[in-house]
T-cell receptor, first 115, second 113 residues
């Protein structure tokens, strides 16, 4: 069974540009989570989508946005890139939310570098 | 303070036991998790423990949970160089009516031969 996949593996952008990161969950999973892992800050929760709806978002500015498609894949968009957005962006998936958090399965991440 | 706190670094010799500690604040946590991240890779679930358990053993891994002190630990017996990685503890924290998995900053484990 294929795991969570993310693309691209690496992304290099300049300040002010926009970045789009993609995630495909494990087949049958409807929940997708996005995390930012910046150096020295650990994992910070960004966004959570379940069955096409945004369920929750972390303490990030509105220029971080995303969506989930009917096939449950997801995009994370970061507008007006800043240098401090340079980080590893991890996507995770889990089965449909049933009122409690299930185990999350992580993808390998997209390394975003902002110059 | 942070919702989930961990020590940042641990160095051990091959063959020794490693103990990684974590404290959390949310007393309603139902599951608590340990994830492992190897260099350049995503996170891999190592083990988890239900909040109604005190201990869970899984081969070389032992998880201890002290609910009174909100303290979680991961013990790795006979630590190997391949265990060198960053270890994250994580637990659900209520946020705007939903549980969100909150991670500690991670403990870097360095195993020397």
């Amino acid at each position: 069974e294929a795991g969570v996949t993310q693309s691209p593996t690496h992304l290099i952008k300049t300040r002010g540009q926009q970045a789009t990161l993609r995630c495909s969950p494990i087949s049958g999973h409807t929940s997708v989570y996005w995390y930012q892992q910046a150096l020295g800050l650990g994992l910070q929760f960004l966004l959570w989508y379940d069955e096409g709806e945004e369920r929750n978002r972390g303490n990030f500015p509105p220029r971080f946005s995303g969506r989930q498609f009917p096939n449950y894949s997801s995009e994370l968009n970061v507008n007006a890139l800043e240098l401090e957005d340079s980080a590893l962006y991890l996507c995770a998936s889990s089965p449909r939310y049933r009122g409690f958090l299930d185990e999350q399965f992580f993808g390998p991440g997209t390394r975003l570098t902002v110059l | 303070g942070e919702d989930v706190e961990q020590s940042l670094f641990l160095s051990v010799r091959e063959g020794d036991s490693s103990v990684i500690n974590c404290t959390y604040t949310d007393s309603s946590s139902t599951y608590l998790y340990w994830y492992k991240q190897e260099p350049g890779a995503g996170l891999q679930l190592l083990t988890y423990i239900f909040s109604n358990m005190d201990m869970k053993q899984d081969q070389r891994l032992t998880v201890l949970l002290n609910k009174k002190d909100k303290h979680l630990s991961l013990r790795i017996a006979d630590t190997q160089t391949g265990d060198s990685a960053i270890y994250f503890c994580a637990g659900p924290i209520m946020n705007s009516g939903y549980s969100t998995l909150t991670f500690g900053k991670g403990t870097m484990l360095l195993v020397s031969p």
